[in-house]
């Protein structure tokens, strides 16, 4: 087994976001020949269609304004040049509309599979295109063989196609030599728009199932394996270190807001060591107390410290600490289990701010499981 066929069984995986972007950016879209075709053809019927009797008017004045001039210019040059220049200038204000008309209907065909793409990329040079052994491979590969055999299906059926029409309209083609040039050219534009038609109606079945399948190719080309896929997400996410500074940044922007708020805590409850919790409750705004801040340790000791330069009434309270510690979280409501405690703490505050002496601290009781040294015992 061929090293490219293993590799190609190894990418099972659907090729991600960011492959095909970058895919993308290379130049590597879907691309339906079928489609560019019927594009043309299509156009020119519709250009037929259209604009028909105008380019048989047009057609018939250039050819009248070609053969009028007199014989003095016929035997001047001079007179001959602008003569020429005024015939050219109307031919091109004839043809450049359709050119115009039929480049915009090609590139809309290309942007109707894979969208607007502009990219230089494509355009870089890669020596592996011009390496022999490499192009003897791509032509001989089964991917080459069926498109080239899809081609030459569609090239046999376009020609059976004309070669029919053709012949179903020989009479009404020997007759256009015997016309006047005005009838002429209106039966030669109606016969030819009939065969156009058809042609159309061929490349319209052969679009239909060329498009579907370069999409699906696309993407098929386009799998990754595990490991590719792996690699992509680990360059994505960032070195491990990189997100670490990151995470360990954030904690501190978070820190320092948590500690910047700690001035509106109505009450702090302590471990009184370990553990520091701040209680902010507004009874006019809020429905219950939230978590403003809380630390452990070093943290702890830091918010002791801001809330005695504060004025914030501060609790003794082990067992509420510990557990709003574990079971709560900054700028959230305090845990509806606690809400019975926590209450028992705001009116300690309350009777603190109009008392001349502190009150006793109150006995507060926990439901059980809630403090996590006694659920650990």
Same mark, same amino acid.
């Given at each position: 087994?061929?090293?490219?066929?293993?590799?190609?069984?190894?990418?099972?995986?659907?090729?991600?976001?960011?492959?095909?972007?970058?895919?993308?950016?290379?130049?590597?879209?879907?691309?339906?020949?079928?489609?560019?075709?019927?594009?043309?053809?299509?156009?020119?019927?519709?250009?037929?269609?259209?604009?028909?009797?105008? $380019?048989?008017?047009?057609?018939?004045?250039?050819?009248? @304004?070609?053969?009028?001039?007199?014989?003095?210019?016929?035997?001047?040059?001079?007179?001959?040049?602008?003569?020429?220049?005024?015939?050219?200038?109307?031919?091109l204000s004839t043809v450049v509309p359709l050119l115009a008309a039929m480049a915009i209907l090609?590139?809309?065909?290309?942007?109707?599979?894979?969208?607007?793409?502009?990219?230089?990329?494509?355009?870089?040079?890669?020596?592996?295109?011009?390496?022999?052994?490499?192009?003897?491979?791509?032509?001989?590969?089964?991917?080459?063989?069926?498109?080239?055999?899809?081609?030459?299906?569609?090239?046999?059926?376009?020609?059976?196609?004309?070669?029919?029409? $053709?012949?179903?309209?020989?009479?009404?083609?020997?007759?256009?030599?015997?016309?006047?040039?005005?009838?002429?050219?209106?039966?030669?534009?109606?016969?030819?728009?009939?065969?156009?038609?058809?042609?159309?109606?061929?490349?319209?079945?052969?679009?239909?199932?060329?498009?579907?399948?370069?999409?699906?190719?696309?993407?098929?080309?386009?799998?990754?394996?595990?490991?590719?896929?792996?690699?992509?997400?680990?360059?994505?996410?960032?070195?491990?270190?990189?997100?670490?500074?990151?995470?360990?940044?954030?904690?501190?922007?978070?820190?320092?807001?948590?500690?910047?708020?700690?001035?509106?805590?109505?009450?702090?409850?302590?471990?009184?060591?370990?553990?520091?919790? @701040?209680?902010?409750?507004?009874?006019?705004?809020?429905?219950?107390?939230?978590?403003?801040?809380?630390?452990?340790?070093?943290?702890?000791?830091?918010?002791?410290?801001?809330?005695?330069?504060?004025? $914030?009434?501060?609790?003794? @309270?082990?067992?509420? @600490?510990?557990?709003?510690?574990?079971?709560?979280?900054?700028?959230?409501?305090?845990?509806?289990?606690?809400?019975?405690?926590?209450?028992?703490?705001?009116?300690?505050?309350?009777?603190?701010?109009?008392?001349?002496?502190?009150?006793?601290?109150?006995?507060?009781?926990?439901?059980?499981?809630?403090?996590?040294?006694?659920?650990?015992?």
């Open positions: 087994m061929s090293a490219s066929e293993t590799s190609r069984k190894d990418r099972q995986l659907p090729a991600t976001e960011q492959r095909l972007k970058q895919a993308r950016e290379e130049g590597q879209i879907a691309r339906s020949r079928d489609l560019v075709h019927l594009a043309a053809i299509g156009a020119l019927l519709a250009l037929l269609s259209f604009l028909g009797p105008w $380019v048989g008017g047009q057609s018939l004045e250039l050819v009248g @304004a070609g053969l009028h001039f007199s014989r003095d210019d016929a035997f001047e040059p001079a007179r001959m040049v602008p003569h020429l220049a005024r015939l050219g200038t109307a031919g090609l590139a809309g065909s290309t942007l109707a599979v894979s969208g607007w793409n502009l990219t230089l990329k494509a355009l870089e040079p890669k020596f592996d295109r011009v390496n022999p052994l490499a192009g003897i491979g791509r032509l001989v590969g089964w991917q080459s063989v069926l498109t080239q055999l899809r081609l030459a299906v569609l090239a046999a059926a376009l020609l059976g196609c004309a070669a029919w029409y $053709v012949v179903q309209h020989a009479d009404e083609i020997d007759a256009l030599s015997r016309m006047p040039l005005g009838a002429a050219l209106a039966t030669g534009f109606g016969w030819l728009a009939g065969g156009l038609s058809l042609l159309t109606l061929v490349c319209l079945v052969a679009a239909g199932i060329d498009v579907p399948m370069q999409i699906f190719k696309h993407r098929a080309d386009l799998r990754m394996t595990l490991e590719e896929v792996k690699k992509e997400n680990k360059e994505s996410d960032g070195d491990p270190h990189v997100k670490g500074e990151r995470r360990r940044r954030a904690r501190e922007l978070s820190r320092g807001r948590m500690l910047a708020a700690m001035p509106t805590a109505s009450v702090i409850v302590t471990n009184p060591t370990h553990y520091a919790v @701040a209680l902010h409750y507004d009874e006019a705004s809020m429905n219950a107390p939230r978590i403003v801040a809380m630390g452990a340790d070093h943290l702890a000791f830091k918010i002791r410290e801001i809330a005695a330069a504060a004025r $914030v009434p501060v609790l003794e @309270a082990p067992p509420l @600490a510990r557990a709003l510690y574990k079971h709560g979280d900054i700028d959230a409501e305090v845990p509806v289990a606690l809400y019975t405690a926590v209450a028992q703490v705001l009116a300690w505050v309350f009777r603190l701010r109009g008392a001349l002496l502190p009150p006793p601290q109150p006995h507060i009781d926990l439901p059980p499981g809630m403090d996590p040294l006694e659920a650990a015992r």
